[in-house]
């Protein structure tokens, strides 16, 4: 950050002056590269005098014009780089060009729990809090669930099912947190407490965390926040990149080859294509006492891409595919409610003498196939902007095996789900207003039609949806001050097939009536529309070069999800009954969040503070029996707690905390959360709310040995999770677990050898094998949580310098 404390010492300078201003003729160009790497930086912004400003292009080139002669600032950012001010002296000849290259350094990384993130970014072109996964912290996560990776945000954490993970965004899960990979929504079968995200991790080159209500931008749905997957930008100069990576985890003994090769040839300039892809297979995980019988899993990804660039336009092409094995835990299945609620009192699962780590996946098991295709176009409109065009096709298909006699060998639950996607965006370039002032913005559009194929026990209906939505962003900008203002309009259709069977069970539950939908001789047909708005206004004041204060108000619809409405059963990935509610309509919400950003030479800071009013908040619940006992109901698969979706009124608030103190070769990291939810309809706390936790870190970065290229670091941290105290007994099967502390190190290097790099990873987690069983998860019911994990990484970069 001495850039920064000379920029500052630069501005108090008097400029030079005369009796006659001189024109303001001259030009300031250059790029802006990365520090350690030498790579273009996208999207970086350039300021002269905090008053003239540029954004940079696909190769890190930036360019501003009506330039005064003498002495100015120039300051360069990015959100996930340390800002750098430099004092630069325009020449008073007609038409000079001054050309300056900004050298930017990442921000430095702290080692939190089990992985490493960097330590708060100065995101100050979004309102809401955010936080960001980027380069070497997204690298030392390899390995691990994208989840899991996630959760290192403050703010976040995990809902956990076994072997299967998703995010928690301030308190809430599912479907009100968005995931958008490569600028798509992705679209899978994610009602399901063990339905993962089907996202390779190892295709991402940046993820991104907006906490908050984001329904104007990324869709009525984004309540509690959204996760931005993206993947490395195509090369943009002739040449070949290879990069190999080798992981293996000792706890699963799950091993893992991933590669990827990028290439762009001379002899026809415009051109990249890449290849990537990566296997994985793993064995059940382990407690500190036991393993978690048929929690294996087989994994391969496979990623396609080609991409052409001219001078005003561009076209990429994409395809994608995961396919997935992965056992499902076998101990929370129970043949009674006697046997259930003799398990909630147990220390550990029912039969877990029998359970073995084999690598094998036995019933039950879910195989999982996921397609992505996608085309995007990008078009620069003169001096207007640019205007993206995307359309996206989406296949998820999932078979769900759960045991049953020898004879039977197909798939209990098959889900096909198929999703056309149109986007349209237009992002409108800065247009200065008046001096020190500019406008910008964005406006867009999506279309999207999804279709639900079911076949099996009775679960999910088949269904169709169309729905649209439009939006509009716009944002003026000062010198030390930003007030952004969005509104966005959703539209869904969607037309419903019950069975008669189904049909009947909601009449009699009195959620349908019996001339509600339309008997057409085989389905019962149900249609119903549902209307969103979203509404959003937010500030950025930059109180001082190393200060930054957010301040965002937004209130967003949305509209409930299929599973929501009609879900009536369970399955092999939802152990319990859930019943549905087809009266509920499109829940409100209205909130607000409070940032204040730090950034010095010796310390990164970000404190939030945020609360959210739901009206007709969506929430499954467990029932109860006339005599107030919690409802447990027998099935041909076994005894289930039974669960329904209701709408109450609820309240969620809580405060965050992050940041490193920097003193030479040492780092120490510290992060914090709170969040408290309650339902103020029935004054009762709500159900699976993530407790108070705390983390911190101490990393010592080694000398460089720059003759060899060498850099390397050691890391040691701990994670406290106290116990949640704030719970409803009466809704919810046993009280929640104890508090603990895990125990995590890391050591790694990275090795500079032209043209190779080589990169070496060994971090562990729960280093003292401890038992413990996570709130949030719903494996608490059963069985301990995964013990002592190490994870080796080795990873190869090939760049020659030759081009093809």
């Given at each position: 950050m001495s850039g920064v404390v000379l920029g500052m010492l630069f501005l108090a300078a008097p400029t030079s002056s005369g009796a006659e201003e001189p024109a303001c003729t001259a030009s300031v160009h250059g790029r802006v590269v990365d520090a350690s790497t030498g790579e273009a930086l996208v999207r970086a912004r350039v300021r002269i005098d905090d008053v003239t400003e540029a954004e940079t292009d696909a190769q890190g080139r930036y360019r501003i014009d009506a330039v005064c002669p003498g002495r100015h600032v120039l300051r360069a950012q990015r959100a996930d780089y340390q800002r750098r001010a430099s004092s630069i002296e325009v020449p008073a000849s007609p038409a000079a060009s001054v050309e300056v290259t900004m050298i930017l350094d990442p921000h430095q990384v702290t080692a939190l729990s089990d992985v490493v993130v960097e330590?708060?970014?100065?995101?100050?072109?979004?309102?809401?809090?955010?936080?960001?996964?980027?380069?070497?912290?997204?690298?030392?996560?390899?390995?691990?669930?994208?989840?899991?990776?996630?959760?290192?945000?403050?703010?976040v954490t995990v809902l956990r099912s076994g072997g299967t993970a998703k995010p928690i965004v301030r308190g809430q899960s599912g479907s009100r947190v968005l995931v958008i990979f490569d600028g798509v929504r992705h679209e899978g079968q994610d009602w399901g407490l063990n339905h993962g995200t089907e996202i390779d991790p190892f295709a991402a080159d940046t993820i991104t965390v907006v906490k908050g209500a984001a329904g104007v931008r990324y869709g009525a749905d984004a309540i509690a926040g959204v996760v931005l997957v993206e993947p490395p930008p195509l090369l943009d100069a002739p040449g070949v990149r290879a990069d190999l990576q080798l992981i293996g985890a000792w706890n699963g003994r799950r091993g893992t080859v991933a590669g990827r090769v990028d290439?762009?040839?001379s002899w026809l300039p415009g051109l990249s294509v890449r290849l990537d892809g990566n296997f994985s297979r793993g064995r059940a995980l382990e407690t500190p006492e036991y393993p978690l019988d048929n929690t294996g899993i087989e994994e391969w990804n496979l990623g396609v891409r080609a991409g052409y660039k001219r001078e005003t336009w561009r076209l990429e092409l994409s395809f994608s595919r995961l396919d997935q094995r992965a056992g499902l835990f076998t101990g929370i299945r129970n043949e009674s409610p006697g046997d259930f609620f003799a398990q909630l009192e147990r220390d550990r699962p029912l039969g877990e003498a029998r359970f073995t780590t084999d690598a094998d996946v036995e019933r039950p098991f879910q195989d999982i196939v996921h397609d992505r295709w996608t085309a995007r176009t990008v078009f620069d409109i003169d001096n207007a902007g640019d205007l993206e065009l995307t359309y996206a096709y989406q296949e998820n298909r999932r078979l769900e095996f759960d045991i049953v006699r020898e004879a039977v060998t197909g798939p209990q639950f098959?889900?096909?789900?198929?999703?056309?996607?149109?986007?349209?965006?237009?992002?409108?370039?800065?247009?200065?207003?008046?001096?020190?002032?500019?406008?910008?913005?964005?406006?867009?559009?999506?279309?999207?039609?999804?279709?639900?194929?079911?076949?099996?026990?009775?679960?999910?209906?088949?269904?169709?949806?169309?729905?649209?939505?439009?939006?509009v962003i716009e944002r003026l900008e000062w010198t030390d001050f930003d007030l952004e203002a969005g509104a966005r309009f959703d539209v869904v259709d969607r037309e419903t097939f019950l069975s008669a069977g189904a049909f009947g069970r909601h009449v009699n539950r009195q959620t349908l009536s019996p001339d509600e939908c339309e008997d057409r001789g085989g389905p019962v047909a149900c249609a119903d529309q549902f209307r969103a708005a979203s509404f959003t206004v937010g500030g950025i004041w930059r109180v001082t070069d190393w200060l930054t204060s957010?301040?965002?108000?937004?209130?967003?619809?949305?509209?409930?999800?299929?599973?929501?409405?009609?879900?009536?059963?369970?399955?092999?990935?939802?152990p319990v009954l859930a019943i549905g509610?087809?009266?509920?309509r499109a829940e409100t919400s209205w909130s607000t969040t409070a940032t204040l950003l730090a950034e010095t030479e010796w310390l990164s800071l970000e404190l939030a503070a945020y609360g959210s009013f739901i009206q007709d908040f969506i929430y499954l619940s467990p029932e109860l029996t006339d005599s107030g006992?919690?409802?447990?109901?027998?099935?041909?698969?076994?005894?289930?707690?039974?669960?329904?979706?209701?709408?109450?009124?609820?309240?969620?608030?809580?405060?965050?905390?992050?940041?490193t103190l920097r003193w030479q070769k040492l780092e120490l990291g510290f992060s914090g959360s709170i969040v408290r939810a309650r339902d103020v309809e029935n004054d009762a706390f709500l159900v699976f709310i993530p407790p108070d936790r705390a983390q911190a870190s101490l990393t010592w970065r080694l000398p460089e040995w720059r003759t060899l290229g060498l850099d390397s670091y050691v890391a040691v941290n701990g994670t406290y999770v106290a116990r949640q105290n704030r719970f409803d007994a009466q809704a919810d099967f046993t009280t929640p677990p104890n508090d603990y502390f895990l125990?995590?190190?890391?050591?790694?290097?990275?090795?500079?050898?032209?043209?190779?790099?080589?990169?070496?990873?060994?971090?562990?987690?729960?280093?003292?094998?401890?038992?413990?069983r996570d709130y949030t998860s719903l494996l608490r019911y059963f069985a301990d949580e995964p013990g002592l994990q190490i994870i080796l990484r080795v990873g190869f970069t090939f760049e020659p310098q030759a081009s093809l």
């Open positions: 330590a708060p970014s100065l995101a100050t072109s979004d309102t809401r809090s955010t936080g960001t996964l980027s380069g070497e912290a997204l690298e030392r996560t390899r390995g691990r669930h994208l989840a899991d990776a996630v959760a290192e945000v403050p703010g290439a762009a040839p098959d889900f096909t789900l198929r999703t056309h996607s149109v986007d349209a965006i237009f992002e409108q370039r800065a247009v200065e207003l008046a001096e020190g002032l500019k406008l910008r913005g964005l406006v867009g559009g999506t279309l999207q039609f999804q279709e639900n194929v079911f076949q099996g026990l009775p679960l999910i209906p088949n269904y169709r949806s169309l729905y649209g939505g439009i939006f957010k301040l965002d108000l937004s209130t967003a619809s949305r509209i409930p999800t299929i599973d929501e409405q009609f879900i009536n059963g369970n399955a092999v990935s939802f509610d087809p009266s509920l006992q919690l409802a447990v109901d027998v099935t041909i698969q076994g005894a289930f707690p039974r669960f329904s979706y209701r709408d109450v009124d609820a309240v969620f608030y809580g405060a965050e905390a992050a940041g125990l995590g190190a890391e050591i790694g290097a990275t090795l500079d050898i032209e043209p190779y790099r080589v990169r070496f990873g060994l971090d562990g987690s729960n280093l003292l094998d401890k038992r413990y």
